[in-house]
């Protein structure tokens, strides 16, 4: 039997980033569409400022499969479209019986949880916040700071992700800027 | 159906420390019987200053099932039995085909990694060092300076622990101190 090499990266605690790693995912404001509740003020921000990013993913080279812990690094850049934050596209795991580890390791933001039924959880994150999203929670993390916010994800290698059911439904609610507060309200879009 | 409620918990990135967690293990002199290659120094050891404590582990809340994520942080002290440097017992999973991550978070050590033949792989461990236990590789953490040494692991939930196999046989090399350095030699009681 061929076992897979043990191996060590690189996790610069300060910045995110992850080296090395198998592949980078820059998600720019173009890759945001439909995203976030305003989709005009989205239009109107990258016409102003370019397709800009929004946030990396730094994915570690690990298997998809069961018996594995794929892991990443993500920084999502501070930011708002329209009075909403800067944020992750978020997600289901295709498999929902499978949780995820999150650690917070720069910058402050927070983690929107939800169930399929539309019930949500939020919770501040900040260097050291360890967040247990358990089986069945979509999650998205928000950047709600003025600098890079930074954290790591692991997640069980036969979890998958489900991106469809947000892109179509969205959230049931959105965190948007109330003046120096981040408010959690209702997704006007949440379908 | 009744899910598990997400939560947060504090990391204390510079000690290692776990708030709220479910237990808190230590594991001292007397509850490493056997597990240095000179148990008559691990005896003076223990006569010398007492029962003193070798490691603390931090075990959050979270099922050993399948869906699920366990996850611990770990602080080892600095010491030495003889000049074998103060280390976890280290163990296999039950499972022998999980993996499990880890990230260095404060102070200095290695990783010691083994498969069931007898191969090994060493990794100097600093804060920010993340490293990937494969499936099929025992995994033991040294303390190899002179502060204490602490690092963050999360493990699939059906992974289980196999201490047994280590405490009968050992580890195939032993991280001795060797002057100043950290010198990686044959385990002399090795089974």
Redesign the interface.
Known sequence: ?T???????????QTGI?DPCARVLSRRLSDMQGMFADEKARLELQARQGDSLVYAVYV?E?PETA???P?STTVIQPGRVGDEFFMTKGHFHAVR?????Y?GLAGQGC?L?Q?DEGET?L???R???????????AHRTINTGSEPFAF?C????DAGHDYGTIETRGFAKILVARGSKAVLVDNPRYG
Chains 1, 2 share one sequence.
Do not use: K, N, Q
């Open positions: 039997m076992v897979m090499e043990p191996s060590a990266s690189r996790l610069e605690l992850l570690a690990i018996s594995h812990l892991h019986d499978r949780a995820e580890v650690l983690m949880t169930t959880r919770f501040d994150m260097p050291g916040t360890l967040v247990y999203v358990p089986p069945f929670w790591l692991v997640w069980p290698g």
